[in-house]
């Protein structure tokens, strides 16, 4: 029995890298998993099976979290699957750094939609369907919010509503027994950052300056977001975790 059984989670953005691992380890602890994926069905369903190779339960549900009809049906396929969700985490999100004299309407959109938007529209579905004994939302920020890096201002600042956002939110979702909460990841590998060159100079810098002396990995971040999901941290809302090896830029 893991400390997740029966518990109904939908992580978004759950095909790659951090969400990926964070639905494996919480099919692991038994969870009943939504992998909510944008475009990589075929990434999402090897997350899928990797769920049910280890025992656990899962689906894999399309859906853009920037548009309110898909978060409408995700948590409809949702419930119609599993019943009242138990657990949400924000993953979704993406991240592009440009220098000031570089951004665009475009570029401040297309992240601000994702990684603020996405998550408000999907913690009010979730909402709705929680049960009455309350639940957990778990929003991903990131480190950047504490020491942002130059040419990151804008997916810097969607950081910074993040963390904001989760500390009203637990306030306001308090009554109905919701606890709301963000876990902030270092420096992690994932496919992103290879996609971004961050893999070599750049990891060696922030490794570096990280006193557990590595690279995070995506299986370090979801074994906290299981803790945040456990009744484990049932006295724990508005906090911010740091997930990143102690590491100060």
């Known amino acids: 029995m893991g400390v997740l059984t029966d518990k109904i989670v939908v992580v978004t953005g759950a ?8 639905a494996r380890r919480f099919g692991r602890e038994g969870a009943k998993v939504v ?8 990434d999402a ?3 899928v099976s990797d769920i049910k190779r280890s025992g656990g339960e899962a689906i894999a549900v399309q859906a853009d979290v920037t548009r309110r ?22 993953n979704a999100g993406v991240y592009e750094f440009r220098p000031l004299e570089q951004i665009d309407e475009q570029h401040y959109r297309r992240i601000f939609d994702i990684n603020v938007l996405g998550l408000l529209l999907s913690t009010q579905e979730a909402a709705k369907v929680m049960n009455g004994d309350g639940g957990s939302i778990i929003n991903i920020s990131s480190i950047v919010t504490k020491t942002p890096p130059a040419t990151s201002t804008v997916y810097s600042g969607t950081k910074g509503a993040v963390d904001v956002i989760t500390r009203v939110l637990a306030q306001e979702l308090a009554p109905r027994k919701i606890r709301v909460n963000t876990l902030s990841p270092g420096f992690t590998q994932t496919e992103g950052v290879e996609v971004m060159g961050m893999d070599g100079a750049q990891k060696d810098f922030f ?3 990280t006193p557990l002396a590595r690279a995070g ?13 456990s009744d484990q941290s049932g006295w724990i ?10 590491i100060r830029l």
């Open 69 to 90: 009809q898909d978060v409408e049906r995700l948590f409809a396929e949702t419930k119609t699957a599993y019943g009242v969700v138990d657990v949400l985490v924000n």
């Open 45 to 47: 369903d090897l997350v």
């Open 237 to 246: 809302t508005g906090e911010e975790i740091l997930v990143g090896g102690g």
């Open 217 to 229: 990995v995506p299986d370090d971040i979801a074994k906290a977001a299981v803790f945040l999901a």
């Open 15 to 22: 095909s790659k890298g951090i969400g990926a691992a964070i």
């Open 35 to 42: 992998v909510n994926y944008a475009s990589s069905r075929a």
């Open 207 to 209: 490794v570096s300056r």
